[in-house]
């Protein structure tokens, strides 16, 4: 038998190294990236979402660009009690009869005619309602004085915590729950044990939280992207100054955020076989991604839960940008929470890299946390 | 050589291999045949290493298994596994690549193996749009694409239809013929009965019977003899040293207690008629697996 085993022994191809343990990383991370993006729902998703994140940086942009104001007939002198007030735009009428008659016609909202009786010098005619917002425009109020003037206003920052938490949100908890599937799918399929005949579970790890991670990544630039472009657009450019620097700052939080989430999400879905059962132990992940979102949009004005959030690794990508933001930061801040955020990130990946190799051959019930850790 | 000694393992308590031990040669086809829950896939598992043992160990040509061995291996789960949603040669370059194959070589290496297992019109569909019987095919292709030294098969045939066999088993002797060393399991006892050089019976955990199948064939013959002739082969009956097993006309099976017995008898057949047929009966595969899993 051994003959003929020798003498064809030439025909054979010849033994392959393995790969370098690079090569099968990027092979692993390759094949992630391809089927998602052959995904339909995925590319109609983003497309969508990308679509949602334009259309409201325009309308932004264009509805604080309306600076047409309230329409306004004006009778007579009364102009003077309107000239320079931002808000209205005034037509002169000649006489209350006109005024009146513009009134009932709808062209403007209201008219204002001199009386010497009325308190302000004249009186406001409106149609069947009072008009509210011009008649707080025309009211005449004390000079208010702030001691610690706030540099931001109310509005925008909302705005802006809102947008930074739902988009880490978004982003992690898509892509969070991309890898846990696909590992779950690998385990239900067996396909992982002819994955680990030909490559080390760290090597397949590794590919799968980068894959996903470039993913994620792409989508946040995206979305950086269209902000600043439609902020361009939309002649936003001081808000652009203020805004850049964080936006920068959220993608380099993010990525280093992300690489933890996914090793985590990769690590809790190795312990369970059954796509069914992911949300079992992937519950506590899902917390963590929707504390950064739910707080910075309650104590955006806190500065203590701020600062607090902006050193909390998994609360930085969206807590230092809003700092930053708001302009309450040292130089040095987001570098410091940067290098908590690594060492974060290095020591998940270490005990995301035991459990799921502990995990990964083990079929049927769920694996408990300190087998998996123990091996 | 893929050699195996005194694999024991427990799960709960309950021994599910205790001593288990054979060797798998290269350039042979080594089948492993047991009733379910005997043993056969837990010893595959142990062998591939995605299932630790609780003692023994395995060697490859005298030195204990490592990963890197283990890297070319040849593997077939039990459940099998693909990724549904992947096209067919896209599934199995990918695995080539992760094995350390070069794009191209790959592709070309992934074809042909595809086409000769019969799957060359589905290359670019989806691995959960095919039949089971095409899935297993393309199973076989993820076993066999890296050209893998040793190869352990877990009912490579179940599921599919003859003709599938066939080429399933021409592929897995080509293999045989360049070197590899094959193991595979199997319920199917005339398909291992017609292809494998070796056997390895294993019951209840423990292995009953290991060898090649024409040594395993001769201990286990009895002296059983096929007597086909003109004349009624009644005389048998009254035949010292005969025992009859079955009888019909000028047909008969018997048992002898000596060779010189049969000798006998068959002169006396021929001087009794025309003898047209007087052959030695083996015993066939499911006969000897009945005897030693008794």
Redesign the interface.
């Known amino acids: 038998?051994?003959t003929?085993?020798?003498a064809?022994?030439a025909?054979?191809?010849a033994?392959?190294?393995?790969?370098s343990e690079l090569?099968?990383v990027w092979?692993?991370a390759e094949?992630e990236i391809g089927?998602k993006l052959r995904s339909k729902a995925f590319i109609i998703s983003t497309a969508i979402l990308f679509a949602i994140a334009l259309a409201g940086i325009l309308f932004a942009g264009l509805a604080s660009k309306d600076a047409t104001g309230t329409p306004v007939a004006v009778v007579g002198t009364a102009s003077a009690s309107v000239e320079g007030i931002e808000g209205i735009s005034p037509t002169q009428v000649a006489d209350r009869a006109a005024a009146e008659s513009l009134v009932r016609s709808g062209d403007v909202d209201a008219a204002i005619v001199n009386d010497p009786d009325s308190p302000a010098g004249f009186t406001v005619i409106a149609d069947s309602q009072a008009p509210t917002s011009l008649l707080l425009t025309l009211a005449k109020v004390p000079t208010v004085e702030l001691l610690n003037p706030p540099t931001t206003d109310e509005g925008l920052r909302y705005l802006v915590a809102i947008g930074f938490g739902v988009v880490f949100l978004m982003a992690a908890s898509l892509f969070g729950s991309t890898i846990a599937q696909s590992v779950v799918?690998?385990k239900q399929?067996?396909?992982?044990?002819?994955?680990?005949?030909?490559?080390?579970a760290r090597t397949l790890l590794a590919g799968k939280v980068i894959g996903n991670t470039i993913l994620a990544m792409g989508q946040v630039l995206g979305l950086a992207a269209i902000a600043i472009i439609g902020l361009t657009v939309t002649g936003q450019a001081a808000l652009l100054q203020g805004l850049g620097a964080p936006i920068v700052w959220f993608a380099i939080f993010f990525l280093f955020g992300f690489i933890l989430l996914a090793s985590l999400f990769a690590a809790a879905a190795a312990m369970v076989s059954r796509q069914e059962d992911i949300g079992s132990t992937t519950m506590p992940l899902t917390m963590l991604i929707m504390a950064p979102y739910m707080l910075v949009i309650l104590f955006n004005d806190n500065p203590l839960v701020m600062s607090i959030m902006s050193y909390v690794p998994f609360s930085a990508p969206v807590g230092m940008p809003m700092r930053l933001f708001l302009g309450e930061v040292q130089w040095w801040e987001p570098l410091l929470s940067l290098v908590i955020l690594l060492a974060t990130c290095v020591a998940a990946i270490w005990v995301g890299a035991k459990i799921y190799e502990n995990s990964l051959?083990r079929m049927g019930a769920r694996v408990k946390l300190g087998e998996a850790l123990r091996g | 050589m893929l050699e195996l000694r005194g694999i024991t393992k427990s799960y709960g308590g309950r021994r599910v291999l205790d001593d288990v031990s054979f060797t798998v040669a290269p350039g042979r086809l080594t089948g492993f045949v047991g009733g379910n829950g005997a043993g056969k896939t837990t010893t595959m598992r142990i062998v591939l290493g995605v299932l630790s043992d609780d003692g023994g160990t395995v060697s490859l040509d005298g030195r204990p298994l490592t990963s890197a061995d283990r890297r070319r291996f040849g593997y077939m789960p039990e459940e099998r596994g693909l990724y549904p949603k992947m096209k067919v040669l896209e599934q199995i370059v990918y695995l080539a690549r992760l094995h350390g194959y070069s794009k191209a070589e790959a592709e070309s290496e992934a074809t042909a193996l595809l086409e000769k297992l019969g799957l060359g019109e589905r290359l670019g569909d989806n691995v959960e749009t095919l039949s089971l019987g095409n899935q297993q095919r393309a199973q076989i292709a993820a076993a066999l694409v890296h050209d893998p030294k040793v190869l352990i098969l877990d009912e490579p045939f179940s599921g599919l239809d003859p003709i599938a066999v066939d080429v399933v088993a021409g592929v897995l002797q080509e293999r045989a013929a360049r070197g590899t060393a094959v193991l595979f399991s199997s319920h199917q006892l005339d398909v291992v009965e017609r292809l494998c050089d070796d056997l390895v019976i294993i019951a209840g955990g423990t292995i009953r019977a290991s060898g090649a199948r024409e040594a395993l064939r001769a201990e286990h013959s009895t002296r059983r003899y096929e007597l086909i002739s003109s004349g009624d082969a009644g005389w048998l009956r009254g035949e010292p040293g005969v025992q009859i097993i079955e009888f019909d006309g000028g047909y008969a099976l018997f048992d002898v207690d000596s060779e010189a017995t049969a000798q006998r008898v068959l002169r006396q057949a021929v001087a009794l008629g025309d003898v047209a047929s007087f052959s030695p009966q083996h015993p066939t595969l499911a006969q000897i697996f009945k005897e030693v899993i008794q």
């Open positions: 038998m051994s003929p085993a020798r064809t022994s025909n054979r191809t033994p392959r190294n393995a790969p090569q099968g092979l692993v094949r089927s799918e690998e399929t067996r396909v992982v044990e002819i994955l680990i005949s030909a490559i080390p051959l």
